[in-house]
């Protein structure tokens, strides 16, 4: 067979890759991780053999995460895997290959040590005459290294060589076919087209390999869909799988008719998705995706007739969706997402409680049902299911597996795990590349917005709930804590005065909270409005402005995947210093139906009357509209997820419960502007510190004027760092979505900035003090290299309540303004109303409001007569 090597650098083969894709096994020729990953990515049905670099600092690693990535086979350099056998050996045997390049056949023996550990070898012969392949020493021993038993995993090693000096044909790949050698051809070398002869025809090389034990010289082939169900035998001939390949679409040789192009009169045409070829190569497989009525004239879609199981349900579930009937129960399963969303929790409860075998099968296939009815509703099919699976199933640094803590009714208190966390092991983690002179505007506009929100999706979610807590009170947020924190509790609230217990902290944690207590309060403190505004506007009219506090607040401390006392400080300092008097806090219970001591010793601190046990919509409708327990308040502040601030919203909008809220401070965001003088490592460490609060967080660096050199090692560093984090998976899933933007000048990266808005500003750059007068837009400012975010989320004195998705354009972080209102009066003498009063009459008239005249001519008669 052929080993088509691409490089994924190169534009001239690019279009070929369609079509190598099609074979199944492809070598990539990079050793560059992020291209390699950026690859492995995208692979949705070829098998990629990866090279490991003898120049990777850390090779073990590298093979771990490429593996894991998805590379089908990692070839690792003789050299490399000789000098350190050990490094590989718990490696799959069936996912490694070793390469070499044999310039004097004598050195073959050296791949004998190695044989345990790879499943196949990929080696180049400079200088191999092709008419003495046979008599060719290293190729006779790399043969026999070939057939050296079975792999444990079953199957046979592969034996792939390269030979740089010889014009690669049909006859040479069955040549090499026969003594049980594979070649390496480059991309560059093939092709598709039928006008290069000076190429090597991929149909034909491909086919170079088949044998036919037929008279007609014909291959029987097996046609496939992508889960592998049969739909009929057909045949092909070197000619039709050479147009095949040519077209990606299924085309065989049918013995009456001679090619066949299927569907080119039925309309149920086959797009390619592979093709492969049985152990003693006289079989072909096509994997097609069957288009229009099915594969069989009879407009079946397998020669055996309907399909079955998840396949046949899978079909009538698509076929539903585009046309149950309105108001029927499968169009209202597609939806109502709520609906669908019980049906799945209820019919996964059964499962787990089923116990014969005959319960088990009833209540998987009802759950399968529903699940795939989620799928479908999603566009997902079950082919996009199976390949999710395959992909899983390559993973070979295997999770633990034990449920997420919120999935379970009650969690074991958490320990402190005193041995610091292993190095996950996977892909490199890296942020998006943009250069701001290449982009046009529509891609610059783009980049100023936030990953984008279905708010009707959530408003329809969150309604409901807020509308059933409104009506049935304390028992509708128990139901809802239950449904979305898996706890079962008594009562929603915990009263003041806390017990000991409940508050109970280290010392150092507990000095911890004090200090951040303290420094917090004296930046809110000194924000306070104490003295009334007075100003004499002429003279006898003196107008005055004072503050007065909301008399009753809620505040929201977010606790889904991070509980943040750090929240209940910066929302309760300020309440307490404005002198609200009624503080109610609301966070999320833990799994045993707890909330953390630290936010209860913060509200016991802040004096809050009590903590409501609740999170998400349900908690923020409780404070809004009140229940039996819970207080309603006439300010609901905080951060929260998206069902936390649609609920805020809704809320502020909703003229029966009388509330206003502080503003949108939704998913956490930092934007970064370093320059060359910045240091890697803390650049990577500030953006990577906003990166881990949730999947939907986004950070973004903007670079200037920054060597590729130093941009590449705040790459790494970003890498090496995130690896080691305990909440590496949600990095995972924000630093792809995040990115870098390079720019030339300073200018442009402030521009840039304040149009972006960002919730927090960080300045890596030379003189940064001189930048912040120009800063328009941001929630708050971080000035120069020892100044991280990480200091004001927690301790410094400013809030870290900030406005997100571009909010900082017009509204302020939480401050102690915010749990003020302000109140004006005036007071005039005699003489001040003198001397205003004709001005007022004569605006009065001009509106044609004469009862506020008269309230001024009444008084002014009398002061004049
Ligand atoms: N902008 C800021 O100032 C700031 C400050 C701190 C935190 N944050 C952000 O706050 C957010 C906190 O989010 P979180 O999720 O960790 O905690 P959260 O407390 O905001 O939300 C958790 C609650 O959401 C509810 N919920 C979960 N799934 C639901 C569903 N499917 N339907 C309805 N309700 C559901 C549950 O009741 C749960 O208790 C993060 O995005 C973080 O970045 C922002
Ligand atoms: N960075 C968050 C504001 O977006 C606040 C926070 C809490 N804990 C840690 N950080």
């Known amino acids: 067979m052929i080993l088509p090597e691409f490089d994924p650098e190169s534009t001239s083969t690019a279009d070929l890759k369609p079509t190598l894709d099609l074979l199944a096994d492809l070598l990539i020729s990079t050793t560059h991780l992020a291209v390699l990953q950026h690859l492995l990515e995208a692979e949705e049905s070829a098998s990629y053999w990866v090279p490991l670099s003898t120049d990777d600092p850390n090779p073990q690693s590298t093979a771990l995460a490429l593996l894991d990535a998805g590379a089908h086979k990692l070839v690792i350099p003789l050299t490399l895997l000789s000098q350190n056998p050990d490094a590989f050996a718990d490696l799959p045997v069936d996912r490694l290959a070793v390469s070499t390049t044999l310039t004097d056949p004598q050195t073959a023996h050296h791949l004998d040590p190695v044989l345990q550990l790879v499943s196949a070898y990929l080696v180049t012969f400079p200088a191999t005459d092709p008419a003495d392949i046979h008599a060719n020493l290293a190729l006779n021993h790399l043969v026999s290294l070939g057939k050296t038993s079975l792999l444990p995993t079953g199957g046979a090693r592969r034996v792939v060589v390269r030979l740089p000096n010889i014009v690669s044909t049909p006859d040479l790949v069955a040549q090499l076919d026969r003594a049980g050698l594979d070649l390496l051809v480059n991309a560059s070398d093939l092709t598709t087209a039928k006008n290069e002869p000076e190429k090597l025809n991929l149909g034909a090389a491909y086919a170079a390999s088949l044998t036919s034990d037929r008279p007609d010289g014909l291959f029987p082939t097996l046609v496939v869909d992508e889960r592998d169900v049969a739909l009929g035998l057909v045949y092909s001939s070197v000619e039709s799988v050479t147009e095949s390949l040519r077209t990606g679409q299924g085309v065989y040789q049918s013995r009456a008719r001679g090619l066949w192009h299927k569907g080119a009169t039925s309309g149920a045409t086959q797009t390619l998705i592979r093709v492969a070829v049985d152990c003693d ?326 004096g809050a009357s009590c903590v409501v046990v609740a999170g998400g919509a349900q908690a923020v409708a409780a404070m809004a509209y009140g229940t039996e327990s819970v207080p309603k308040v006439d300010k609901i502040c905080g951060p929260g997820n998206q069902f936390v601030t649609t609920a805020k919203m809704i809320a502020q909008n909703d003229s029966s419960c009388m509330i206003s809220i502080d503003m949108p401070a939704g998913p956490s965001e930092v934007l970064v502007i370093a320059d060359a003088d910045s240091n890697p490592a803390y650049v990577a460490s500030d953006l990577l510190s906003q990166a881990e609060h949730g999947a939907d967080s986004q950070v973004v660096l903007v670079a200037v004027a920054m060597p590729p050199a130093h941009l590449a090692a705040i790459d790494d560093q970003i890498h090496e760092q995130a690896s080691r984090l305990p909440r590496v998976e949600i990095v995972r899933q924000s630093i792809p979505k995040s990115f870098v933007l390079s720019v030339e000048t300073m200018e442009e990266a402030i521009r840039f900035s304040n149009e972006y808005a960002p919730e927090h500003l960080i300045l890596h750059t030379r003189d940064a003090e001189k930048l912040v007068e120009k800063i328009d837009n941001a929630g708050s400012v971080f000035v120069g290299e020892f100044s991280p975010e990480s200091c004001g989320d927690y301790a410094s004195g400013t809030n870290h309540t900030l406005p997100t998705y571009g909010y900082s354009r017009m509204y302020s972080g939480v401050n102690t303004h915010t749990f003020l209102k302000h109140i004006t009066a005036q007071q005039l003498t005699p003489a001040g109303l003198d001397a205003l009063g004709d001005t007022v009459m004569r605006l009065a008239e001009v509106e044609g409001l004469e009862a506020h005249r008269n309230a001024v001519a009444i008084r002014v008669r009398d002061l004049r007569n």
């Open 281 to 606: 190569k006289d079989t072909l497989k096509f994997v097609v995706r069957q288009h229009g009525a099915g594969f069989c004239h009879l407009n079946t879609l397998t020669c055996f007739g309907h399909p079955r199981g998840l396949t046949a349900l899978s079909r009538t579930l698509q076929g539903r969706k585009q046309s149950a009937p309105a108001g029927s129960y499968t169009a209202r399963l597609f939806s109502d997402a709520d609906l669908l969303r019980s049906k799945i929790m209820e019919e996964a409860g059964e499962l787990c409680d089923a116990k014969s075998k005959e319960d088990v099968a009833w209540e998987a296939a009802d759950l399968v049902y529903f699940a795939l009815t989620k799928c479908v509703a999603a566009g997902v099919s079950i082919e996009d299911v199976e390949r999710n699976l395959d992909r899983k199933a390559r993973k070979i640094s295997r999770r633990k597996g034990d449920a997420k803590p919120s999935k379970q009714e009650v969690a074991p208190k958490k320990e402190q795990d005193p041995t610091p966390a292993p190095i996950p092991v996977a892909s490199r983690i890296q942020m998006q590349h943009h250069t701001h002179s290449t982009l046009t505007p529509a891609e610059r506009s783009k980049l100023l917005l936030r990953p984008i929100i279905d708010s009707a999706d959530i408003i329809s979610r969150v309604s409901p709930i807020m509308a059933d807590v409104r009506a049935r009170g304390d028992a509708a947020v128990l139901d809802f804590t239950h449904k979305f924190d898996r706890v079962r509790l008594t009562s929603p609230v915990i009263r003041a005065p806390f017990t000991p217990e409940a508050m109970r902290l280290d010392l150092q944690t507990q000095h911890a909270i004090d200090q951040a207590y303290d420094n917090v309060w004296r930046f809110h403190d000194a924000q306070m409005d104490r003295t009334p505004l007075v100003v004499e506007t002429m003279p006898g009219v003196t107008c005055t402005r004072f503050a007065r506090p909301i008399e009753r607040v809620g505040l929201y401390v977010p606790g889904g995947t991070a509980v943040l006392p750090s929240s209940a400080l910066m929302l309760g300092i300020p309440a307490k210093v404005a002198g609200c008097r009624e503080i109610v806090i609301a966070t999320p219970p833990r799994p045993d139906g707890t909330v953390v001591p630290e936010v209860m010793y913060v509200a016991h601190k802040v």
